[in-house]
């Protein structure tokens, strides 16, 4: 089935819904992306003190 952003979802719940929909973990995502884990807990939380780098965002648009 095609993936479908929901209208109200944030940036982070998407990064969260696409990962669980994969069956991934944050370690798992958060390796192949080149960052922590807990800061990729963060942005799925929408608690990250800063946002994602450009590296970081290029890395996710190719993941997502």
């Known amino acids: 089935p095609a993936e479908t952003s929901q209208p ?3 940036f ?3 990064i969260q819904r696409l990962r669980r929909e994969r069956g991934l973990t944050q ?3 958060a390796a192949e ?3 922590d884990f807990t ?3 963060k942005l799925e939380n929408d ?3 800063r946002p994602a780098s450009q590296p970081v965002l290029t890395r996710l648009s190719g993941w997502t």
């Open 12 to 14: 982070g719940q998407r």
């Open 27 to 29: 370690r798992q995502v």
């Open 8 to 10: 109200d979802e944030t």
């Open 47 to 49: 608690e990250a003190s």
């Open 39 to 41: 800061y990729l807990s």
């Open 33 to 35: 992306l080149g960052i």
